[in-house]
């Protein structure tokens, strides 16, 4: 289907994107493509349906020579590519057309051109949406229109470059869904991803370092090799680090690359330890954690108020008249039954419907919820960026209903976007830093200070960066850049809007490790995030939106131990929970309570399999373990 021989390219003619790779891609193949950012993934994709043209080799679609140009029509309609941001692909002012827009130009006729619309809106969650306008959905509603007017064109290569970066958990599971069933009917995938648990439902992945293919074969045979994955700036799926971990504690089960297998194996080997009489018994739940979790909620609500919201109100389509006349309506009526399959209720105006929370000082608050319940919207309130049509909001005690005051706080509470390389703007990396400072009318004296300052915090040399473009930085450095100037306002609060979307695994820890040493040293953090591990090991508290209101809030150990409501409204919990749960379920007796990491799953998984480890039979037990493990090539 796709051949690629010796295919290099440059975009400025020195440094090589694509280094020689030879690639071949199978008719009706489901092919994963990782590495770390920069590694010439999205350059290699673009090079599948002719955006791009090699320097040198050839790329051949279905028989096709993509450098021809006589045929770029005919292989981009073989070979839809949707793109990691939606907004570089959205053409049209309202969803229908834009899926619609396709078709048209590849002379589809009219009734056709309407079925395959409501064919692909039923496929990626969006039924209801028909009318409404592409520029107001949300980052993830965006994604699938996108996806939509790919499919809409049914080709026979599906490319999506990180197109499940800005879905939550129940869009990324409806997006693999859609592409295992047009797998099935014959049509070949081509995904990147940065996440690994995808990865594990191809066929074949391949690993980009350099512009070169560092690794080549099925996901046993790669997502299994911690090291050589660590070095290339990835990291292994959860499944696969739960089996290393109990490999490394003695249990002779092989690590597997999809959570079922895994906890189809450990289940099994529970089975069979219990008919031996091998298996530790279960211990009682720990007592310490309902403590520590009280302990966690009264030291919070000691904490002085930042930022109180009061019974918050918006909507992007409605004027004052029609929120009344709304407000009647819905009243004598009720709520709307009508519910998109991945999002929000289309019928529905409200962004935001009647919220109320507290920020509270030195805390690290995290927002949750599923594509289109309101996190950006409730965000760009904090700082009044946008100012609230109903109820109020208080920061740092000013009313930002007031346009004055308002402006005062956009000082005092820095926001960091979605994309926030987008925020970018000036010739050089000083000068952009500088911005901020420069606007609060400080002396040039103070704002060097605070440029020099606010790089280092982030992990930047002034001396290095500061008179580069910030254009020709790598992506994870143009994100520091933003990050310095927005702490180069030193804001009592900085909120984060999906900070971490695209990044490579190793990239993502060290924005992670960024923000928490920021947090560690005073800063109020908020950030909102379709992670729940990042969630669950970065947070204090959680507040969770659904449908543009609260839902529930809590530590992040209250609110994954409701796993079943939390996949109600599209979210799920970290992996780690996730397969203690459906380790639970499978007969293994887990104890009830807490929040599961990978290593506390391990510890407790090796005192029912192997029995306590500081028990004197046990180290006979292990030693005969490891020589079974070794055995087995484990």
Not at 134 to 150: D, F, I, P, Y
Not at 179 to 189: D, K, V
Not at 259 to 265: Q, S
Not at 350 to 379: P, Q, Y
Request: hydrophobic letters at 45%; a negative charge.
């Amino acid at each position: 289907m796709i051949e690629c021989r010796g295919v290099s390219f440059s975009y400025d003619g020195a440094a090589p994107a694509l280094d020689g790779i030879d690639l071949n891609i199978e008719d009706g193949e489901f092919f994963c493509i990782l590495g770390g950012n920069g590694s010439g993934k999205s350059t290699f994709a673009k090079h599948l349906n002719a955006l791009l043209q090699p320097d040198a080799g050839t790329v051949c679609v279905n028989g096709m020579d993509a450098s021809d140009p006589e045929l770029v029509y005919d292989i981009r309609s073989t070979a839809g590519m949707v793109f990691q941001n939606p907004d570089d692909q959205l053409v049209a002012t309202l969803v229908e057309d834009d899926i619609a827009f396709g078709p048209e130009n590849l002379g589809v006729e009219s009734a056709q051109i309407a079925q395959r619309v409501r064919d692909v809106l039923k496929a990626v969650g969006l039924v209801g949406f028909e009318r409404h306008e592409t520029h107001t959905l949300s980052g993830g509603q965006k994604q699938r229109v996108a996806l939509a007017g790919v499919l809409a064109m049914e080709p026979r290569v599906l490319i999506l470059d990180e197109a499940s970066s800005m879905l939550d958990p129940r869009g990324r599971k409806g997006l693999m869904e859609a592409c295992h069933a047009l797998h099935e009917r014959g049509m070949t995938i081509v995904m990147i991803t940065h996440f690994m648990e995808e990865a594990a439902e191809a066929d074949r992945v391949a690993v980009f370092q350099a512009g070169r293919v560092a690794m080549l074969g099925t996901p046993e045979e790669i997502l299994t090799r911690a090291d050589e994955l660590a070095r290339l700036n990835l990291d292994m799926p959860a499944s696969c680090c739960l089996g290393r971990a109990l490999r490394a504690k003695g249990v002779p089960i092989c690590a597997q690359v999809r959570e079922a297998d895994m906890v189809a194996d450990i289940a099994q080997a529970y089975a069979e330890r219990s008919r031996t009489g091998i298996a530790g018994r279960p211990f009682a739940s720990d007592p310490r954690i309902s403590d520590d979790v009280s302990s966690a909620i009264d030291s919070a609500d000691a904490l002085e108020p930042v930022i109180e919201i009061s019974h918050l109100s918006y909507s992007y389509a409605l004027s004052a008249r029609e929120r009344r006349r709304w407000h009647k309506r819905s009243a004598a009526e009720g709520a709307s039954n009508k519910r998109a399959l991945w999002g929000n209720d289309p019928s529905s105006p409200w962004a935001l419907r009647d919220v109320s929370l507290t920020v509270r000082r030195g805390e690290f608050l995290g927002l949750a919820g599923h594509t289109g319940s309101g996190k950006s919207t409730l965000v760009q309130h904090l700082n009044g960026l946008i100012r609230p049509q109903e109820g109020s909001v208080y920061a740092l005690g000013l009313d930002l209903v007031n346009k004055k005051d308002a402006a005062a706080v956009k000082a005092k509470v820095g926001v960091v976007f979605q994309y926030p390389e987008r925020q970018l703007f000036a010739e050089t990396v000083a000068q952009d830093v500088a911005f901020g400072p420069h606007n609060l009318g400080l002396s040039q004296a103070e704002v060097a200070h605070r440029v020099e300052s606010s790089l280092a915090r982030v992990g930047l040399d002034l001396a290095t960066v500061g008179d580069k473009s910030p254009f020709e930085l790598s992506g994870g450095q143009q994100r520091r850049v933003v990050f310095a100037g927005v702490l180069a306002m030193e804001p009592e609060v900085l909120v984060l809007d999906e900070p971490m979307a695209g990044l490579d695994p190793a990239a993502r820890s060290g924005f992670l490790g960024l923000i928490d040493q920021l947090h560690r040293e005073g800063l109020t953090v908020v950030m909102v995030s379709h992670s729940m591990d990042d969630l669950a090991n970065c947070c204090d508290r959680m507040v969770v939106m659904n449908e543009g209101a609260v839902f529930a809030e809590g530590t992040p150990a209250q609110v994954f131990a409701h796993a079943d409501e939390l996949k109600s409204i599209g979210l799920g919990v970290p992996a780690a929970q996730r397969m203690a749960l459906a380790l639970t379920e499978a007969g293994v007796p887990l104890r009830r309570g807490g929040l599961y990491t990978v290593e506390s799953l391990a510890d407790e998984l090796v005192d029912l399999l192997i029995g306590r480890s500081d028990g004197p039979s046990n180290v006979a037990d292990i030693a005969k373990f490891k020589t079974v493990a070794r055995e087995e090539g484990c």
